[in-house]
């Protein structure tokens, strides 16, 4: 007869082990996307974690190899789907360059007000969550009716919200109606106001400042080390903006500043994201008024003349030859791309994201690369939550403007 | 104010001699490339040299090249000095058989999971690096799907064949 032994195995080390293992995510309503952390915790205090990610991979870099440059850009919604006309423009800015096509001033223009329209959305989001994880819900929920004003603009121009696919090789599918317009100046009439009393909840609250400040912080030379980028590396006290820097899209036409942060941590990056929802609002003001000044057939343009890369009009492709024909010659690829290697980036919501495209001569990219801001950064989460309470961890995630879709490619 | 691409240049030359080669100006970018041993040397003098100062890793990424042979596998770097603006293409070239390419993480933080991804993708063997893991795709797979040896289409349809993406 076998002998029984009742007792419970317990792995090596178990005993002796002075720390709990908590999993967080990943679904979880404070991970605000699918991230996973194994975290060490020695009471409340983070002793390490071990960050998983991954989780929403859709192979873009691969799609992107065998899809026709317009068929991209969809899959560039998809990476910070809080600010996709940003991804789109960065994209068609991208094919722009090395089709060597150059855009007009009103075009760059438009381009700037949705750009920007999209940044203080994705703001707008990550700072009111921010408030929702440090406890204060009713900001989150006072700002979305704006931002739903900023989507019904995009509505109006590219006939959809979320994963905007806006635009095209060359300037916009169609020109901004003058309910678009219309619609812009009721988002820059009330806006202000509401940032405001955002501002008035949040930046001089005690209990929120005494959440935020301290939490989360990085030196600019660790931020710089780690690849920040965007306004974390602001919060840093870096003033690298590749608007200013690099500008595209015109961008050297407006006068604004970079607000710049001190410390790194949670309250400086929420700082700085609220300071550039102003100066975001100075440039879709400054170029809405420059968009007026243009007169008679100048003030129609919304496109490049670029018949062999900007889809022609549908009504155009089924009453006219020559657009019949461009669009065959698109659509089915017989325009080829000239061969070379750019790199092209945009100041994204939450840091530069940047393309690295190499073309073969072939009708799609022969490898195409994201450089997502915020896979770059997340790295550095170990580090800036070392030492810190959990729940300052999640603020911090929370402040970071982490996007799964992004970082997962 | 941008440093001049020709200053790169010789300042590389005059370090490196016959090491570095094939400059190219790519859109306005210096691109050059480095026998695959001396890559850390090419990084380190890049970040050290006061007058280069390329301190900041913007982008580590892989591209394979299935005709090339003893060159199937590069690894780009994209540096970039924030101080003068200026950005610069450094790329290193291995053979499939042998992926082994030194990392670069301890100098760059940021090259961690940059360089994971590229292994994850691309099966670059990163010589160092602390955790060289598998990052987005499960640990399990046993390839490197970003290799051009595999399709993303069925290979049974004719209808999709290179022919019809302008590489007949």
């Known amino acids: 007869m076998t002998e029984h032994h009742h007792h419970i195995t317990l792995p090596d080390g178990s005993i002796e082990k002075q720390t709990t293992t908590l999993n967080v995510g990943p679904t979880h309503p404070a991970t605000h996307g699918v991230f996973q952390n194994i975290m060490e915790l020695d009471g409340e205090r983070v002793v390490s974690t071990e ?38 423009m960065g994209w068609h800015l991208t094919c722009e360059k090395l089709l060597g096509v150059e855009t007009p001033k009103r075009v760059d223009y438009l381009r700037v007000i949705i750009m920007e329209l999209a940044r203080i959305s994705d703001h707008l989001i990550c700072n009111s969550i921010v408030g929702v994880d440090t406890g204060a819900y009713t900001g989150f929920l006072y700002v979305m009716q704006y931002r739903e004003l900023i989507y019904e603009i995009y509505e109006e ?194 840091g530069e994201l940047g393309f690295y495209l190499i073309s073969d001569g072939g009708r799609t990219p022969f490898r195409l690369h994201f450089r997502r801001p915020c896979f770059i950064y997340y790295q550095a989460y170990p580090e800036l939550i070392k030492g810190g309470m959990l729940s300052d961890a999640i603020v911090t995630m929370s402040s970071l403007n982490l996007i799964a879709g992004e970082l997962d490619a | 104010m941008a440093i001049d691409n020709q200053y790169i240049q010789i300042k590389l030359t005059e370090k490196f001699g016959d090491l570095v080669f094939n400059f190219e100006d790519s859109y306005g970018m210096l691109s050059f490339e480095a026998p695959k041993e001396q890559n850390l040397k090419v990084l380190q003098y890049l970040y050290d040299e006061p007058t280069l100062g390329f301190q900041f890793l913007t982008d580590l990424c892989a591209v394979n090249y299935p005709d090339d042979k003893g060159r199937e596998l590069a690894v780009v770097y994209h540096l970039h000095n924030l101080q003068t603006n200026t950005r610069i293409r450094f790329k290193v070239f291995t053979s499939i058989e042998n992926t082994d390419v030194f990392t670069a993480s301890k100098l760059f933080s940021a090259a961690d999971w940059m360089e994971r991804e590229t292994f994850d993708f691309y099966g670059v063997n990163f010589v160092g690096h602390h955790n060289l893991k598998r990052i987005l795709n499960v640990d399990e797979m046993d390839y490197f799907p970003l290799r051009k040896e595999f399709p993303l289409e069925d290979q049974t349809r004719i209808d999709k064949d290179d022919e019809m993406f302008g590489r007949g």
Not at chain 1, 190 to 212: A, D, Q, S, W
């Open chain 1, 157 to 350: 121009v590219c006939g959809s919200r979320l994963t905007t696919n806006i635009g095209r090789i060359g300037g916009f599918e169609r020109n901004f109606t003058n309910t678009a317009f219309t619609k812009l100046e009721k988002f820059l009439k009330e806006y202000p106001k509401v940032l405001k009393e955002f501002e008035g909840l949040f930046t001089r609250n005690r209990i929120f400042m005494e959440r935020t400040i301290g939490g989360g912080a990085i030196s600019a030379e660790r931020a710089l080390n780690y690849g920040f980028t965007g306004p974390n590396l602001r919060a840093a006290g870096v003033d690298y903006d590749v608007r200013v820097h690099s500008p595209y899209s015109s961008y050297e036409d407006f006068q604004f500043d970079i607000p710049v942060g001190k410390t790194g941590d949670n309250y400086d990056r929420f700082l700085v994201r609220n300071q550039e929802m102003w100066q975001s609002l100075s440039i879709i003001e400054q170029a809405y008024q420059k968009i007026q000044a243009f007169k008679g057939a100048e003030a129609e343009i919304y496109h490049a003349d670029v018949p062999e890369y900007y889809l022609p009009k549908k009504e155009d492709v089924y009453t006219k030859m020559e657009a019949l024909i461009w669009h065959f010659k698109i659509i089915m690829g017989e325009v080829d791309m000239p061969k070379g290697e750019v790199y092209k980036a945009v100041e994204g919501g939450n």
């Open chain 1, 51 to 88: 960050q998983t990610v991954g989780y929403i991979h859709r192979a873009f870099e691969k799609l992107a190899e065998r899809r026709p440059l317009y068929q991209v850009t969809p899959i560039t919604d998809r990476l910070n789907y809080c600010s996709s006309p940003i991804n789109n």
